[in-house]
């Protein structure tokens, strides 16, 4: 059992930053993977990033590669998701989730979701 707390969304000028947070508790959270998706009104959810907890190793979508970065801070539990540059096209809502094991871009593949952040970019 996981719980995921997202925060830090907001609106923000296209080409601005913003940082969200996912803090997670539970049992033997060390041994999850961590994702970051996001859904935009009338869309399928999408894959953004996702980082072994143990490992350290993430993977990004072509689409936010080179302007998002995730993170981890195992001694908070807590995962980042550092979103610079952003676009219009970044509008959406942004989720946080977890998996026992190796990572995954695959949404239906997570077993935890938190409750999701609004994140909103103006031209």
């Known amino acids: 059992q996981v719980q995921l707390v997202e925060s830090g969304g907001g609106l923000v000028q296209a080409g601005g930053s913003l940082r969200l947070s996912c803090a997670a508790s539970?049992?033997?959270?060390?041994?999850?993977?961590m994702g970051w998706f996001r859904q935009a009104p009338g869309k399928e959810r999408e894959f953004a990033a996702t980082?072994?907890?143990?490992?350290?190793?993430?993977y990004y979508a072509d689409s936010v590669k080179g302007r998002f970065t995730i993170s981890r801070d195992n001694a908070k539990n807590t995962v980042y998701l550092q979103m610079n540059s952003l676009k219009s096209e970044d509008t959406a809502v942004y989720y946080c989730?977890?998996?026992?094991?190796?990572?995954?871009?695959?949404?239906?593949?997570?077993?935890?979701w938190g409750q999701g952040t609004q994140v909103t970019v103006s031209s």
């Open positions: 989730a977890s998996r026992r094991g190796s990572v995954t871009t695959k949404p239906d593949e997570y077993d935890y």
């Open positions: 539970g049992r033997t959270f060390s041994s999850y993977a």
């Open positions: 980082i072994n907890w143990n490992g350290g190793s993430t």
